[in-house]
């Protein structure tokens, strides 16, 4: 068995970013670097978005705004993002720019098989695929087992689940300057739906129809809804470009309880993706930069977690939504309808200090986070 130093089990999002990390560090050029991933990641399969105020990933980013629309059936709320801007990454091009570096490094290998199993054996591990087995120092699982998370009740399992459309549209509908953050003016049905709308161009779109919920529904139903937006905006004539689709975890479920000395769970198998929003790309660049950093320093990997303020925050969201998923517009909707847009988004970064959190949370429908609260008091540990 051929022997590494570290192993990334899955070359999503979190794997190579936090190998991005490395290289750009410098300071494991004598590291030997192993990715497994079935998933050759060659094709553009997600989008990602994210509010920044700096250069991230500046070479990547396809379009960018600065304002963006935030509506429900009762008011409609252009949002003014400044200093921020509302940025948009393909995954083809991420995966390009990551791959293009780490491929001019001798010390970093990919292969392009299925990883059925991986384990600790004393000071080293081991990783199978349905090929082969290899052994390593440390291993980095970015690879999601849902079942971790079903089989219990103590923290709330919701999925942000998605289809969207690409469209090229006849009509010049779209305004290409203000993206549709969140549109809940569609029929709720009793869970948490809004519309996602990205105009690149005035006349072409993605479009998604996204829920916050604990059950996924057929293609069709998804599909559907798209087509009675598109009417909705007027369009009469477009084409499908593209399609992408989506199912992301939201939790607050503690992952890093799973984590080893010598194996931890990245990406959304560690809890990386921010569990109230399913945010994930941002989220990523701080947690793979915070790893590198302990790689530097430490060699246990149970050190690195955190549970803050803000995982608190979002475990008495998910308790609301989980129990009341019928009333995600109007907590939303109470938070964006007169809230400082720029603030929201600070927060939701997890960068506020607490008298700015008070401000945020000030919006929010009181008794539902009141309830939640005396549910959990007794119950965080």
Not at 269 to 297: D, E, I, P, R, Y
Not at 331 to 342: D, E, H
Request: proline letters at 2%.
């Amino acid at each position: 068995m051929k022997h590494y130093h570290y192993i990334f089990t899955g070359s999503g999002l979190s794997a190579l970013m936090t190998v991005y990390e490395m290289v750009l560090s410098g300071k494991f050029e004598d590291k030997t670097i192993l990715l497994i991933d079935e998933n050759s990641k060659k094709s553009n399969d997600r989008t990602w978005c994210f509010w920044d105020e700096n250069n991230l990933f500046e070479e990547v980013v396809s379009k960018k705004w600065k304002a963006a629309i935030f509506a429900d059936k009762n008011f409609k709320r252009e949002l003014n993002l400044k200093p921020y801007q509302y940025k948009m990454v393909k995954g083809l091009d991420f995966y390009k720019l990551v791959f293009d570096t780490i491929s001019k490094q001798e010390n970093i290998h990919f292969v392009n098989q299925k990883v059925i199993d991986f384990q600790e054996l004393g000071n080293h591990c081991v990783v199978k695929t349905a090929a082969e087995s290899y052994t390593c120092n440390k291993v980095f699982n970015s690879i999601f087992n849902p079942e971790i998370v079903k089989n219990q009740t103590k923290y709330p399992f919701l999925h942000q689940h998605f289809i969207g459309w690409f469209i090229k549209s006849n009509q010049a509908v779209f305004n290409p300057d203000c993206a549709t953050f969140m549109d809940f003016s569609v029929e709720q049905k009793g869970n948490t739906r809004f519309m996602y709308v990205l105009p690149t161009l005035e006349t072409e779109a993605l479009i998604e129809y996204t829920l916050f919920s604990k059950d996924l529904l057929s293609a069709a139903e998804y599909e559907t809804e798209i087509q009675n937006y598109i009417e909705k905006l007027g369009i009469t004539e477009y084409k499908i470009i593209e399609k992408e689709q989506g199912n992301i975890p939201m939790t607050s479920y503690k992952f890093w309880k799973h984590n080893s000395k010598n194996i931890i769970n990245i990406g959304s198998a560690g809890g990386w993706t921010k569990a109230s929003t399913g945010f994930t790309f941002k989220n990523a660049t701080k947690k793979s930069k915070a790893l590198v950093q302990l790689l530097l320093t430490e060699t246990d990997f149970t050190k690195f977690h955190k549970k803050d303020k803000f995982w608190f925050y979002d475990l008495l969201f998910l308790d609301v939504l989980n129990k009341r998923n019928d009333l995600g517009s109007e907590v939303f909707s109470a938070l964006f309808k007169k809230g400082n847009p720029t603030l929201i988004f600070k927060f939701l970064d997890e960068e506020t200090s607490f008298l700015e959190d008070l401000q945020v949370i000030w919006k929010c429908p009181k008794r539902l986070f009141i309830k939640a609260l005396f549910g959990r008091l007794f119950q965080i540990n």
